[in-house]
């Protein structure tokens, strides 16, 4: 029902920064859901997938570890597109990228993800 897409990433030096942003098919606050949330993720080759920053239905972000200090998550709702600004990237943030929205509506919970863009930092 809802379609995510990815943009954003690419290959940049150690200390530099990117801008990722997620391009959702349907605005989740023009339906009628409950508990809404965004979020961005990001999984390196041979790990686990890890949360890098969230927005809960109430408005309260919430950053993973890795995240703190240099990722700022933003969202505009009327454009339905989330960003994730990455400041001061290192080498061991290269993963590829994840856009999630979730929310349950009529008791069902539903979970969507993008495609992923591939960010890539050389040292």
């Known amino acids: 029902q809802v379609q995510l897409v990815e943009s954003g990433g690419g290959l940049v030096q150690a200390g530099g920064s990117l801008n990722l942003s997620c391009t959702a098919s349907v605005n989740i606050f023009s339906i009628n859901a409950k508990d809404r949330a965004m979020a961005w993720y990001r999984q390196a080759p041979g790990k686990e997938r890890e949360r890098v920053a969230s927005i809960s239905e109430g408005g309260s972000f919430s950053y993973g570890n890795v995240a703190k200090g240099r990722f700022t998550f933003s969202r505009d709702i009327t454009k339905k597109m989330m960003f994730l600004q990455m400041n001061n990237l290192e080498p061991e943030d290269t993963a590829v990228y994840y856009c999630?929205?979730?929310?349950?509506?009529?008791?069902?919970?539903?979970?969507?993800w993008g495609q992923g863009t591939q960010v890539t930092v050389s040292s």
């Open positions: 999630n929205v979730d929310y349950t509506m009529d008791d069902t919970w539903y979970d969507y």
